[in-house]
């Protein structure tokens, strides 16, 4: 079984960062994909970054330059570096990990960004 806990969300100004984590533990194989989706009001969740155990990564186009996922293998903890934040970033973000036969969530973490 693999837990997740996310950290990080809050209240930002438009045009300011955000850093969420999402720490893992349980069980996890080497081969992984970690995920961070987001779901706004009324809107269907939404892929925003993606990065595989090799480091290779992938984002939405609505992020892209503005938004980094990392990771760190050793802690099993995922980042997720949000700059230029707008306010249509507004949303519960949740971190995801598939490993193996496993999918799990994270409870979700809010960022809200005022204009």
């Known amino acids: 079984q693999v837990q997740l806990v996310e950290s990080g969300g809050g209240l930002v100004q438009a045009g300011g960062s955000l850093r969420l984590s999402c720490a893992a533990s349980g069980t996890i194989f080497s081969i992984n994909v970690r995920r961070w989706y987001r779901q706004a009001p009324g809107k269907e969740r939404e892929l925003v970054a993606a990065i595989t155990g090799g480091g290779s990564t992938n984002y939405a186009d609505s992020v892209k330059g503005r938004f980094t996922i990392s990771r760190d293998s050793a802690k099993n903890t995922v980042y997720l570096q949000m700059n230029s934040l707008k306010p249509e970033d507004t949303a519960v973000y949740y971190c995801?990990?598939?490993?193996?036969?496993?999918?799990?969530w994270g409870q979700g973490t809010q960022v809200t960004v005022s204009s």
């Open positions: 995801n990990l598939v490993t193996g036969p496993i999918d799990a």
